[in-house]
């Protein structure tokens, strides 16, 4: 019997660092990971340098997906957190996030680790952060530990 799939979700938003999800995207497929860009706003939404993603599915079809997710990356700012936050179909993704063991990288920022620390009470270990100015070595790195399925906290 072959080996379980296992998916990466990026969600991609309105405003959400344009950089940082074409880095993680493209190292979790080189990696050979199924990765895919889950749009909460709809179709193509704009980054915060105005480059538009063409999302691969719907945040419903993303959250069908969970059972077979190791990781859920969001690359944004603190102040689309608020936003996030006010949508049910994305608090239901992160409370079965949590209860399912899925990591969750987000972008390094004080305020963010602040809103996320309620949602991911159960088990903040599989909390991940990463710094803007290192993302391209943490995506990379990231990428080959989630297929190699070494020690992510290392």
Not at 102 to 130: K, Q
Request: hydrophobic letters at 40%; proline letters at 3%; charged letters at 20%.
């Amino acid at each position: 019997m072959g080996a379980e799939v296992q998916y990466v979700l990026i969600i991609w938003g309105k405003g959400f660092d344009e950089v940082d999800a074409i880095t993680f995207a493209s190292a979790m497929r080189q990696s050979g990971m199924r990765t895919k860009i889950v749009g909460i706003d709809g179709a193509n939404r704009t980054g915060n340098l105005g480059i538009a993603l063409m999302p691969d599915m719907t945040l419903e079809q993303g959250i069908e997906l969970l059972s077979l997710t190791v990781c859920i990356i969001l690359p944004c700012h603190s102040r689309q957190w608020h936003r996030l936050t006010q949508d049910p179909r994305y608090r239901m993704l992160m409370q079965t996030a949590a209860e399912r063991n899925i990591y969750m990288v987000f972008r390094e920022d004080g305020r963010t680790t602040a809103c996320c620390d309620e949602i991911m009470r159960p088990n903040p270990s599989i909390v991940l952060s990463y710094h803007s100015d290192y993302v391209n070595e943490f995506a990379f790195d990231l990428a080959d530990k989630l297929a190699g399925c070494s020690n992510i906290e290392n």
